[in-house]
């Protein structure tokens, strides 16, 4: 799926229109992310702009490249054992070993462009890899003496991951690093993807929503494997995300790189609980190699990979999440409240019954003030009766909870939620019989756009 968010898809169109304009491309990618789906849609990209799909291949396995061989000479060899175009009149002709210039003017004078994406470059012999990385350089330079405004011949895709320092950039072979593109946006997209299966209307199915946004969001940067496995599971706590993020593949990697178990060392790195700096790419060879392995993530800061948080910084991960999630909905409750009100004792009723200054303000603008001047000072009318009235300071004190989690760093409990869902469906039915008997007051907008209250069943 990181290949269908919008800054996937960018990353993807970036490739394909540096090999449609007849360079060759290095992409770096850490290890965990997908190759395939990223061909397909470069792919995808290329056939819209009129080109051929790129021809993938795996370089384990060319001639040699099994264990214990001293693998591929060089990049002939490897274009040899990668022909597959079929629907070619005339395979160009290895037997005779040509030499690279040889060979790139055979394939432009077939008149069209191909393309070639080569994989486990780095599971080779490193005498191999140092003469692919040599013959690539070289097919490059021969592009760029070859470029024409309709390229011809073979262009070269080579998807390393970012610890390959072989390649160099050049004018005729792009580098495109995965590093720091997918960002909250994104996130969000995903998870409305991951949930858009749910169709429930139910509080349950609302609650669940609104309880693993803000999980998805602070744990999964650009790991939608692990979003589609919290999506799944519909943890109901923070010991059960605990679980799932110790039987994460990335846990054992970390061991084998002897990576320090410090409980504050993946959460001083984590975008929520750094002060939200901007990106720093990795300079040292330590963040290369860790981004190479996935466990330094590429999702917009050099952070390390949320699945080594401790319980204290997950703690305090989740809670960041949660307040960006919660209190716009928070905002939303007041809003709905104070037009409550006014609806039933009209737009005078905060002069009658506050003083100026700081009481008005607070009670308009914060949910617990609000929560106990409905229960402290309003009485029951024929307009706004007792279960109405009741049913609005329920809603209120239950957001109230959840404005309180946040306020003191503390993570908001399922339980808590679902008793905020199911105090605010309980309320809206009261507020849109009174919308209704007004016939004026306009609808709020319902928290996060979706649905009769959280949206959670989408």
Sequence with gaps: MIWKTPSGLAFAASVSSSLSRGKNAVVMLPRPLPVESLVRTVSRDLKNAGCRAPKLFDLSRAEGAGAGGEGPEGLVPILRDAWDWEDEGRRPDFGARPSLPELFKALEEDGSLKFLALTGLEALPLRSQAAIAAGASEWAGLSQDASSPSPRGLRLALVVSPSFREMRSEPFLTRHAFWGLIRQSDLEWAFRRRMASSRAQDSMSQAEYLYMRPMCLALCS???????????????????????????????????????????????????????LPPRKPTSKRDVELWA??????????????????????????????????????????????????????????????????????????????????????????????????????????????????????????????????????????????????????????????????????
């Design 222 to 276: 650009e790991d939608f494997e692990l979003m589609s496995r919290i999506v799944s599971a519909r943890p109901k706590s923070l010991e059960e995300v605990e679980e799932l993020l110790k039987s994460h593949p990335l846990r054992k990697t970390a061991e084998r790189l002897g990576w320090p178990q410090d409980a504050g060392a993946a959460a001083d790195r984590h975008p929520l609980l750094s002060g939200g």
């Design 293 to 458: 392995e996935g466990l330094l993530t590429a999702g917009g800061f050099s952070r390390l990979h949320p699945a080594l948080l401790g319980k204290e910084g997950l703690e305090r991960a989740v809670a960041s999440a949660q307040r960006e999630v919660f209190l716009p909905a928070v905002d939303h409750v007041q809003s709905l409240l104070v037009s409550t009100v006014e609806m039933a004792y009209g737009p005078d009723v905060w002069e009658a019954n506050l003083r100026e200054g700081d009481s008005l303000t607070h009670v308009l603008t914060e949910i617990s003030p609000m929560a106990y001047f409905i229960t402290q000072t309003l009485r029951a009318t024929p307009r706004f009766q007792y279960p109405a009235k009741k049913s609005a300071q329920d809603c209120a004190f239950s957001w109230r909870q959840l404005r309180h989690a946040g306020a003191h760093n503390k993570v908001a409990t399922f339980r808590e939620v679902l008793s905020a869902v199911e105090k605010y469906n309980e309320f809206r039915e009261h507020y849109e019989r009174m919308v209704r008997l007004k016939g004026s007051a306009p609808a709020p907008h319902c928290i996060n756009g979706r649905g009769r209250a959280t949206g959670a069943a989408r």
